[in-house]
């Protein structure tokens, strides 16, 4: 979620835009994604319809819901990357030496502040504490990040200290540890907390009743990501080779294909000798997912050494995911001011209609960010006067 732009790696002296790519997909498929699923009229009823049978009936319905599923952890696991890249480059400074551990702390409460005050309803700030308003201590996606952050700075901490081993190998045994707590919290009894006898504000965390995003199991996303950007950092002679993103291509589809058996045959194997059952086949989804943005991640590596792509508004908009993210919420939700469109056009619009109106809403952030830089610069000459001057 940085705003800052992806720097260039000194040895060798490349950029690797196939890493804002990422990001810019992700926060697009968010926008036009939530639009969609929030003035869609029949939504809800096809969402049915795939429950059951696996399918809506329509080609290109099914398409946009598996890109919608895929949305939340492209955008999960790029920001890992993305942090641990820029967090992990600089190998001589110590852990509290580096600038970015600082500015990663800075940055995850920020995340956290924004996360729970875009829940907040100024309209009714008087009942904004009681069970009226239950979503305001509900734990999104903004939240999900910022712990996912202090995820990877403490685990960056700890290989610091330690100093054996590569470091996305802890990012990967973290993740692993993560998602291997999913299925206990699948089986666990409706209406069954953790941990239990805690505020909501802390069980939407864990496992509660407002758990959108909770960490179990959104935090491995995130881990994994820190993992591919420390893989990217140990190769980066060779990211640019055609070798790197092949086998991101191969591990992913060995994920997304072989995800289930696997877990089966595991967990099978530990029955016959009498092991603790995991339930990994629980499991089953999360790694398909993964595998997929694997996948597309090699998709993009090759794009970006086969193409000199030159769209820098298009890349911009991966630089400031976290403005694009606040004022999107703002105006579909209406977070914070308590009125947004989805008061005026919920579910009350057809299927060419919501998507007509899905590509105007992303037009809106392309303007928004083409133009981010020219108001910044104003708000900078105001503040300029009052800013203390460097001698």
Known sequence: MSEEEIEIIQKPKVRLKFIDMARSFAILLMLEGHFIEHTFQDFKPMIELVK??????????????FMKGFTAPLFFTVTGLVFVYLLARNKQAGYMRNPRVKRGFRRAFELLFWGYALQLNLRHVGNTFNHEFPWLYAFHVLQS?????????????????????PLFLYYFIAGTVVFSFYPYMKT????????SGFPQVIQNMIHGPKSVFAIIPWMAFTLYGGMVGALIIRFQDDVKKYWFPMVFIVVGLLLNTF????GILIDDT???IGFWKLDLVHNAWLYGRLGQIFIALGLLMLFDKLV??????FLKIGQNTLPIYIIHVMILYGGLFG??????MGRALNGWQSVLGAALFITLFVFFIKYFEFFDGIKQKILSPFKKKDH
Request: aromatic fraction near 16%; proline fraction near 5%; charged fraction near 10%.
């Open 52 to 65: 059951q049978n696996g399918t809506s009936g329509y080609l290109l319905f099914d398409w946009w819901y």
């Open 308 to 313: 000199n792509f030159k769209g820098e508004l």
């Open 188 to 195: 666990l009894p409706e209406g069954v907390y953790l941990p």
């Open 259 to 262: 995800g289930r058996p696997i």
């Open 270 to 272: 530990l029955a016959m």
């Open 339 to 344: 009125i947004g469109l989805n008061q005026f």
């Open 145 to 165: 990040i910022g712990v996912g952050i202090i995820g990877l700075l403490l685990i960056f901490g700890l290989y610091k200290l330690i100093n054996r081993g």
